[in-house]
């Protein structure tokens, strides 16, 4: 298993760099342009000066090369300074930096993150909270009236989008009863129990839908996993051993249906740090979503090309992390 997890880190190197320079000569190739957005009385020659200052007078592998050096060297030093607040880890000198607010993009993913994780990381905690015993009880009790609420539930909540259950609780619950905030307020401190109150209001709405979009998946797919296991001889061999309905059930066939609901769950798991981009926009969260679609409109180039790569880094890692989880579940993976 070490052998195995080793050249599948050594592997996400050369793939992750050919992300990195895809993203980038795709960004390069954008019509969009940083200083589009600037006065049009501001003369050719300072125009120019500033593109220089930005970094975009260079040739676009020097700047590729660059980036490279500060995103895999110069900012994990400044992210791990801050994390341990040993300053002199932090490597000195220039910087990513946004284009739209002159910041280093660490420093603003950093400011973004809590909101993000608060938001789409409870959503998908209670959406798998909810989602594996629906799904386990639906497949062992499959017709019955539980089974047809838990699939028609879930068939709503995976077919309507975010971008229509949104507005439509903000329409009933915000304007019409009036309920819960319309706007997502980052800057609220939660340090009462009254503030964390509006907290919890605040956060109904937008969790909600993301809890019954991740739920509504899940649930198919552990719904799906169980009744073929169940179907399968060692089932009926583990009944006519004498093994109680609950071990057979809870032990034998829920260990075997988790290993394709683990690809699902561990596939999802980094959207939990990219956060949920129409839901974001829809409930004024400024979270990593949000940002990003920000800097996609302002041409912002090295928060796109950051925020791109950190997202393709987490899908690579739970990629490997799902498929050794694999040989947890069932002794008969093996990777060496």
């Known amino acids: 298993m070490f052998n195995y997890t080793l050249r599948r880190l050594l592997l996400a190197i050369p793939t992750l760099l050919f992300i990195a320079l895809t993203i ?18 501001i003369p050719p020659e300072v125009r120019e000066q500033m593109r220089i200052a930005l970094g975009l007078g260079e040739a676009w592998y020097i700047r590729f090369f660059k980036w490279l050096y500060l995103f895999s060297v110069v900012e994990p030093s400044h992210v791990l300074a801050n994390l341990t607040g040993i300053q002199s880890l ?24 809590p909101q993000t994780l608060w938001v789409v990381g409870l959503s998908y905690i209670f959406g798998i909270l909810l ?13 019955s009236w539980f089974d047809q609420a838990g699939t ?25 009863l009036g309920w819960f905030p319309i706007i997502y307020d980052t800057t609220l ?14 956060m109904a709405m937008p969790v909600f839908v993301l809890t019954l979009y991740n739920a509504a998946q899940i649930t198919r797919f552990m719904r799906a996993s169980m009744l073929d296991n169940m179907m399968q ?3 009926r061999t583990a009944r006519a051993k004498g093994m109680t309905e609950r071990v057979t059930i809870l032990v034998h066939v829920l260990r075997n249906s988790m290993i394709p609901v683990v690809t699902v769950i561990a596939l999802g798991i ?16 400024n979270g990593l979503g949000q940002l990003l679609i920000i800097a996609i409109y ?7 090309l950051t925020l791109s790569v950190v997202f393709a880094i987490l899908i690579v890692l739970f990629n490997l992390i799902a498929d050794i989880l694999y040989a947890v579940l069932d002794p008969r993976i093996r990777y060496d």
């Open 24 to 41: 980038f000569l795709l960004l390069e190739l954008s019509p969009g342009d940083p200083m589009s957005d600037m006065p049009l009385t």
């Open 90 to 113: 932090a490597i000195e000198g220039q910087r990513i930096i946004s284009f739209q607010s002159r910041s280093p993009v660490a420093d603003i993913i950093a400011q973004r993150l």
């Open 131 to 143: 989602a594996l015993p629906i799904g386990i009880y639906s497949a062992y009790k499959q017709y």
């Open 152 to 176: 028609f539930i879930s068939m709503v909540g995976f077919s309507l989008p975010t971008f229509f259950t949104g507005p439509l609780l903000i329409l009933i619950f915000s304007i019409w």
């Open 189 to 202: 401190v939660v340090d009462s129990w009254y503030d964390f109150a509006l907290q919890l209001r605040q």
């Open 233 to 235: 001889d060692y089932v």
């Open 270 to 285: 980094p959207t939990v740090f990219t956060g949920a981009i129409i839901t974001e926009q829809v409930f004024r969260v």
């Open 298 to 304: 302002a041409s912002d180039f090295p928060m796109v």
